[in-house]
């Protein structure tokens, strides 16, 4: 047993799903597209920097560049941007559930566009993985701007699993810290404008937000990234997305613990159903595989 492999991907689905909480804080206090675009540039600098300083390089290959140039456009740019703005009206623990999907997206957009063999365990994964968060996101819809959120993040989630398939064949190589930082900048680079444009640079300064933000810098935004290139790197894409099956749980508790955001029965049964559909799915592919 690789208990290595385990304890990295606990800690991913651990800071991942804890992202959510703190950007909930974020955006309560400071427009959410500022406020992410800050964080991709210090967090692209620093990890650039600390990449320079142990002997990274960026000059990287087509490859790498492809990785770069997706996951800052579809994760941060795409998925973040639009799970930010959401989080102004929807709930830490809704957005985190949402996100849960993106390994049933992969499974069924893999299985529809590329011919990839789901077997009848894949198949009803993907039908309580969906039932889960149907049964969730239906109880708490409540008003227009909720209904709006929810298509902000399922759009995000649809973007994040464009960037998963397109990373199986990216290999980051020795120099993961460099594409990290850089697929940060990029990200930076695809929102800016956008804050510009829509959004207006009004802060209600706190200790609360700043310590969310420097959380969100520093563990979601570098070590969580850093923490699934190399999962992937040691036992691939596939069996590393199986440790989104613990975002659903962490990400419910975390904002439950820390937010106060409430926990219903319909709740911890979606979450058990989904984390069940999760888990199906991805165990069905590493069988086919």
Same mark, same amino acid.
């Given at each position: =047993?690789?208990?290595?492999? +385990? @304890? !990295?991907?606990?800690?991913?689905?651990?800071?991942?799903?804890? &992202?959510? $909480?703190? %950007?909930?804080?974020?955006?309560?206090?400071?427009?959410?597209?500022?406020?992410?675009?800050?964080?991709?540039?210090?967090?692209?600098?620093?990890?650039?920097?600390?990449?320079?300083?142990?002997?990274?390089?960026?000059?990287?290959?087509?490859?790498?560049?492809?990785?770069?140039?997706?996951?800052?456009?579809?994760?941060?740019?795409?998925?973040?941007?639009?799970?930010?703005?959401?989080?102004?009206?929807?709930?830490?623990?809704?957005?985190?559930?949402?996100?849960?999907?993106?390994?049933?997206?992969?499974?069924?957009?893999?299985?529809?566009?590329?011919?990839?063999?789901?077997?009848?365990?894949?198949?009803?994964?993907?039908?309580?993985?969906?039932?889960?968060?149907?049964?969730?996101?239906?109880?708490? =819809?409540?008003?227009?701007? +909720? @209904? !709006?959120?929810?298509?902000?993040?399922?759009?995000?989630?649809? &973007?994040? $699993?464009? %960037?998963?398939?397109?990373?199986?064949?990216?290999?980051?190589?020795?120099?993961?810290?460099?594409?990290?930082?850089?697929?940060?900048?990029?990200?930076?680079?695809?929102?800016?404008?956008?804050?510009?444009?829509?959004?207006?640079?009004?802060?209600?300064?706190?200790?609360?937000?700043?310590?969310?933000?420097?959380?969100?810098?520093?563990?979601?935004?570098?070590?969580?990234?850093?923490?699934?290139?190399?999962?992937?790197?040691?036992?691939?894409?596939?069996?590393?997305?199986?440790?989104?099956?613990?975002?659903?749980?962490?990400?419910?508790?975390?904002?439950?613990?820390?937010?106060?955001?409430?926990?219903?029965?319909?709740?911890?049964?979606?979450?058990?159903?989904?984390?069940?559909?999760?888990?199906?799915?991805?165990?069905?592919?590493?069988?086919?595989?």
């Amino acid at each position: =047993m690789d208990f290595r492999a +385990i @304890g !990295m991907g606990l800690a991913f689905a651990f800071m991942w799903a804890s &992202a959510f $909480s703190s %950007a909930r804080i974020i955006v309560t206090a400071a427009p959410p597209l500022y406020a992410l675009s800050l964080r991709f540039l210090i967090s692209g600098l620093v990890a650039v920097g600390v990449a320079r300083l142990i002997g990274q390089s960026w000059t990287l290959t087509p490859r790498q560049w492809k990785a770069v140039v997706v996951f800052g456009i579809c994760q941060n740019a795409m998925y973040l941007g639009l799970n930010f703005v959401a989080m102004q009206w929807v709930e830490a623990s809704l957005a985190a559930i949402i996100a849960t999907t993106m390994p049933l997206i992969v499974a069924g957009a893999s299985w529809a566009l590329l011919g990839e063999r789901l077997t009848a365990t894949g198949t009803i994964g993907l039908f309580l993985g969906f039932l889960g968060v149907s049964v969730i996101t239906l109880t708490r =819809m409540e008003g227009a701007d +909720i @209904g !709006m959120a929810v298509g902000l993040c399922v759009l995000g989630v649809i &973007a994040l $699993s464009v %960037a998963t398939m397109a990373m199986k064949t990216a290999n980051a190589g020795k120099d993961v810290l460099m594409i990290v930082g850089l697929q940060m900048l990029v990200g930076m680079a695809a929102l800016i404008p956008f804050a510009l444009i829509f959004e207006t640079w009004r802060v209600e300064w706190s200790g609360a937000l700043i310590a969310a933000f420097w959380y969100t810098v520093l563990i979601p935004g570098l070590a969580a990234t850093w923490v699934w290139f190399r999962l992937v790197q040691r036992i691939g894409a596939t069996r590393g997305a199986t440790y989104h099956f613990l975002t659903p749980f962490f990400g419910v508790a975390v904002a439950a613990l820390l937010l106060g955001e409430r926990m219903g029965w319909a709740d911890v049964l979606g979450v058990v159903v989904i984390t069940l559909g999760i888990f199906l799915v991805q165990t069905s592919r590493q069988r086919a595989r």
